[in-house]
């Protein structure tokens, strides 16, 4: 069975710094992952999806993500964090009908 | 249009109340998942409706009951629920078939049992 790893419980940032989220899946097969957004109280958002080709995957907001097959990982970056990224944010990866989730990363942004 | 709706957005019911949470959506998606999150934790899927048939239910107690009238519509029916079941509840959808594409998720309904 597919599972994510997600790291680090809480980060907290300063604002207009660099941002690693990291996180790690296991599955068998070539892995459909995704990573998701989530301000409190809201519904999810796509922030970006890897599915095959290029490993460095460009998604909304400014974030990037990085699939490395040989370390099971698909990090998120962002060069320069605003405040309004503070957020809970979620990996996947998908198979057959269903998401697995991470536990999630929460990102806290100081002035 | 990438919208998924949900209503309503708040729902406080007693525990014998009955009462149904709706989902929307108008992307030509064929699959839609009903979904249940706790404070601080991922959501967890409970059902997963795939071209209007039911296609996974995580062993969901029978006080949920879901429901796809149509492509574009899926509706929860909640009935003597307990307290432990107050939770947000995602509806998402996706294109369907096999392939796991990207999930698109609405707002989510706040439920509180009382």
């Known amino acids: 069975a597919q599972s994510v790893t997600q790291p680090d419980i809480h980060i907290t940032v300063s604002e207009g710094a660099s941002l690693e989220l990291r996180c790690n899946y296991s599955?068998?097969?070539?892995?459909?992952l995704f990573w998701y957004v989530q301000s409190p109280g809201q519904g999810l958002q796509l922030l970006l999806k890897?599915?095959?080709?290029?490993?460095l995957v460009q998604g909304i907001k400014g974030f990037e993500a990085e699939f490395k097959r040989s370390q099971s990982s698909f990090n998120l970056r962002k060069p320069s964090v605003h405040w309004s990224d503070a957020a809970e944010y979620f990996c996947?990866?998908?198979?057959?009908?269903?998401?697995?989730f991470g536990s999630g990363t929460r990102l806290q942004v100081q002035p | 249009d990438t919208e998924v709706t949900q209503t309503p957005k708040h729902l406080v019911m007693g525990m014998t109340n009955k009462k149904s949470l709706k989902c929307e959506q108008h992307?030509?998606?064929?699959?839609m998942y009903w979904y249940k999150q706790k404070a601080k934790k991922p959501p967890e899927l409970m059902f997963v409706?795939?071209?209007?048939?039911?296609?996974i239910n995580e062993s969901v107690p029978s006080r949920f009951s879901p429901e796809c009238p149509n492509s574009s519509l899926l509706n929860l029916h909640l009935h003597a629920l307990q307290p432990e079941d107050s939770a947000l509840y995602l509806c998402?959808?996706?294109?369907?078939?096999?392939?796991?594409?990207?999930?698109?998720f609405g707002p989510g309904t706040r439920l509180t049992v009382t």
């Open positions: 998402a959808s996706s294109q369907g078939g096999r392939t796991p594409y990207e999930q698109y």
């Open positions: 599955y068998g097969a070539t892995p459909y």
């Open positions: 890897y599915f095959s080709g290029d490993t």
């Open positions: 996947a990866v998908g198979a057959a009908r269903a998401l697995t």
């Open positions: 992307m030509g998606h064929r699959a």
């Open positions: 409706y795939s071209y209007e048939k039911l296609s």
